[in-house]
């Protein structure tokens, strides 16, 4: 189904395939990085700016954009291909993409973690894959500035770039039935923070005491694509602190 | 003009067409298990497709209706009774004041849907009237139903108002009625104990080992109690990788079926997340949906490939069908 396609104004090739009857990926390239990112950016402002008929919304990842359309809408009620019809809308949104956006140079969001205990009960599971003292892990987890690339998974969960490659870890076999918001995890190279209760398979390895999440917020995610953030070590005393006046 | 809630049944919650345009922001669909169901008993009503009603899952609730109203009843066969009589499923149905709706034993299916002609009257958030268990968002008070709530239904449409007062003219007989007429049996599927579920090839189709895409095609899976509205987590053959690779996460979407590392297979359904790092090994075409949705835990299913394009075919056929239902009504009955 993979489809080449002439490079967009930006670095990365880009392959489009369905997902499903009533969604197309662009996929641009294989691997993570802050060039590939400001392209997906790039495209997902172009969206926001010129929609085609029968776009319903889409989802921007780390080396994909998603988007979602309505098949009747887009085959203009049955008489066209919906899938030919949403490549050709799209191709032609690639031909046309605007220069690339600098990156913002948007305020460093500072997130609070207690590591480890009950915090953090894949802490010292993580040491022993990694071979690192658990400080360690600590230390190499709060030192980076991330990227926030794509808010996904759940509401307000950010996964971020920049994560030291020494903490990678596979995920678990069996996700966990309920993981609480605020976990802070690594799966593969990746890290996040579980902005829900909701089932997960990430290593945890501490917990934030902030929301991620405010649905009666006007912006209900607390972070967004393209921002910066580190982690603060905190005690279980002060997390206890921020948690009374986070409320 | 309300409607009382005796008993809440297993899990009845509010969902409207689904929370729509907040996924880049994380936040999920929600919406009905079986969206067509909904969308047919909306119709039935006078309501637009993607109101508000109530998603009824294998037990029942018992309600009581505070005024008149103008019920439909789609999805799953319930053994639905008002005041002791059994009710009939897909079509409009007056009721007076002071029935009481019951349900029975789960007959075909497990998720009914219940719409009330104008809806409900639950506050709209992120643009939705949804609920959202996990979030504790959307519907009544962002959970299920329990006994002693007091639905807001504010009562019928000014048309469905017309078409109560037709079906039940007089002050006195019977205590319910129904039409004559009823949709298209197309848009009403029955439902098949172990279905056959028609699936494109996922994005991830070629990571799996030739014996597993066998088996993904040609042996049985059974949804295990451990399902919910996230998703059916199946039993069935261990689905295999070639290799381990780890997988970006990206988007995934209602019928996705994903494989964790453990090799039993996930179907994300109304409450799915909106990205995941799992393989997908395929993906549930749209005209499915019901037929998927309405498989118990504990039941059975398979899965069969089919083209994109015959999905899209299915696809136009099953919304021309509901347009042309749709314009039928607006054309006899709810003038």
Not at chain 1, 66 to 82: E, I, M, N
Not at chain 1, 116 to 134: E, H, K
Not at chain 1, 235 to 242: D, P, R
Not at chain 2, 98 to 104: D, I, K, N, W
């Amino acid at each position: 189904m993979d489809q080449p396609l002439p490079p967009p104004s930006g670095p990365t090739p880009v392959q489009l395939y369905p997902l499903g009857d009533a969604a197309v990926v662009l996929q641009f390239g294989g691997s993570i990085s802050e060039a590939t990112h400001r392209t997906i950016q790039a495209v997902g402002a172009s969206l926001d700016a010129h929609p085609f008929p029968g776009l319903l919304e889409y989802v921007p990842a780390f080396t994909t954009l998603t988007v979602y359309y309505d098949p009747w809408v887009v085959s203009q009620a049955g008489q066209q291909d919906p899938y030919q019809r949403v490549s050709e809308s799209l191709r032609q949104l690639l031909h046309q993409l605007p220069e690339l956006p600098a990156p913002d140079a948007t305020p460093v969001v500072e997130i609070p973690v207690c590591y480890g205990g009950a915090f953090g009960p894949d802490l010292d599971l993580l040491s022993r894959y990694t071979g690192l003292a658990a400080a360690d892990v600590i230390r190499l987890h709060t030192e980076p500035e991330y990227l926030v690339y794509m808010i996904g998974f759940a509401p307000g969960f950010p996964y971020l770039g920049g994560m030291n490659e020494r903490l990678a870890a596979p995920r678990k076999t069996q996700p966990r039935p309920l993981v609480p918001a605020g976990a802070v995890g690594i799966a593969g190279r990746q890290t996040g923070i579980y902005s829900l209760p909701t089932p997960g398979g990430w290593q945890l390895i501490g917990r934030t005491p902030r929301r991620l999440f405010t649905p009666e917020a006007a912006s209900p995610s607390l972070l967004q694509a393209g921002q910066r953030l580190r982690f603060v070590p905190i005690s279980e005393a002060e997390y206890q602190h921020l948690q009374e006046h986070e409320l | 003009m309300s409607c009382s809630v005796l008993r809440p049944g297993l899990l009845t919650t509010i969902q409207d067409g689904g929370r729509r345009g907040y996924r880049q922001a994380g936040v999920i669909v929600s919406g009905p298990m079986d969206s067509l169901a909904l969308r047919v008993a909306n119709l039935l009503v006078n309501n637009p497709p993607g109101a508000a009603g109530l998603e009824i899952t294998l037990l029942g609730p018992t309600l009581r209706f505070e005024a008149d109203h103008l019920l439909a009843l789609t999805g799953a066969d319930l053994s639905a009774t008002l005041d002791g009589e059994l009710l009939p499923l897909h079509r409009p149905i007056a009721v007076r004041r002071g029935s009481e709706l019951a349900f029975g034993p789960a007959r075909a299916g497990c998720r009914a849907y219940l719409a009330f002609s104008g809806g409900l009257a639950v506050p709209t958030v992120l643009g939705s009237q949804s609920t959202y268990l996990r979030a504790g968002l959307g519907g009544l008070e962002g959970r299920a139903l329990r006994a002693g709530d007091v639905l807001p239904a504010p009562g019928p449409t000014p048309a469905g108002q017309r078409l109560h007062q037709q079906l039940l003219s007089s002050q006195s007989g019977p205590r319910w009625a129904t039409t004559a007429w009823f949709p298209d049996p197309a848009l009403t599927p029955g439902l098949e104990a172990a279905p056959v579920i028609r699936v494109l090839r996922g994005p991830e189709y070629d990571l799996f080992t030739p014996a597993s895409q066998r088996a993904f095609w040609e042996e049985e899976f059974t949804v295990t109690p451990q399902s919910d509205r996230m998703g059916y987590r199946l039993a069935g053959p261990e689905l295999q990788r070639r290799a381990e690779q780890e997988i970006l996460s990206s988007a995934v979407t209602f019928g996705t079926v994903q494989v964790p590392a453990s090799g039993a297979p996930i179907v994300l359904l109304a409450d799915h997340q909106t990205t995941g790092g799992y393989p997908r090994i395929g993906q549930v075409i749209t005209a499915d949906f019901s037929h998927l949705a309405q498989v118990p835990p504990g039941g059975r299913l398979r899965f069969q490939e089919v083209s994109l394009t015959e999905a899209h075919y299915w696809y136009l056929h099953q919304e021309k069908t509901l347009q042309q239902f749709q314009r039928g009504l607006a054309l006899f009955h709810y003038q």
